[in-house]
């Protein structure tokens, strides 16, 4: 039974940082580009990062780049999101997801942690 369990959220003031944290279980994790993503209320999921299997290659939403770091552990099937700057608009609930390589769709999700940002 594939699990991620995100942790870390929490709530920061502005220009604070916060690091979130997925664990995963139940995949052979290094078949997998991990992810992202966020919602905020009322608003679609929209992504915000994502890393290969060997963190070779990473990709950042505009509105987080040069803010937030995606970093993965494959010996300790980890994967964390590092955010610095927040901003209130950062205010939502973050959801690490995993993709097969190769797919474009995300197979497998978690059930959130909620990040709050204060002005």
């Known amino acids: 039974q594939v699990q991620l369990v995100e942790s870390g959220g929490g709530l920061v003031q502005a220009g604070g940082s916060l690091r979130v944290s997925c664990a995963a279980s139940g995949l052979p994790f290094i078949s997998y580009t991990m992810g992202w993503f966020r919602q905020a209320p009322g608003k679609e999921r929209e992504f915000v990062a994502a890393?290969?299997?060997?963190?070779?290659?990473?990709n950042y939403a505009d509105s987080v780049k040069g803010r937030f770091t995606i970093s993965r552990d494959n010996a300790k099937n980890m994967v964390y999101l590092q955010m610095n700057s927040l901003k209130p608009e950062d205010t939502a609930t973050y959801y690490c997801?995993?993709?097969?390589?190769?797919?474009?769709?995300?197979?497998?999700w978690g059930q959130g942690t909620q990040v709050t940002v204060s002005s």
């Open positions: 997801a995993a993709k097969w390589v190769g797919r474009d769709t995300y197979d497998y």
């Open positions: 890393i290969n299997w060997n963190g070779g290659t990473r």
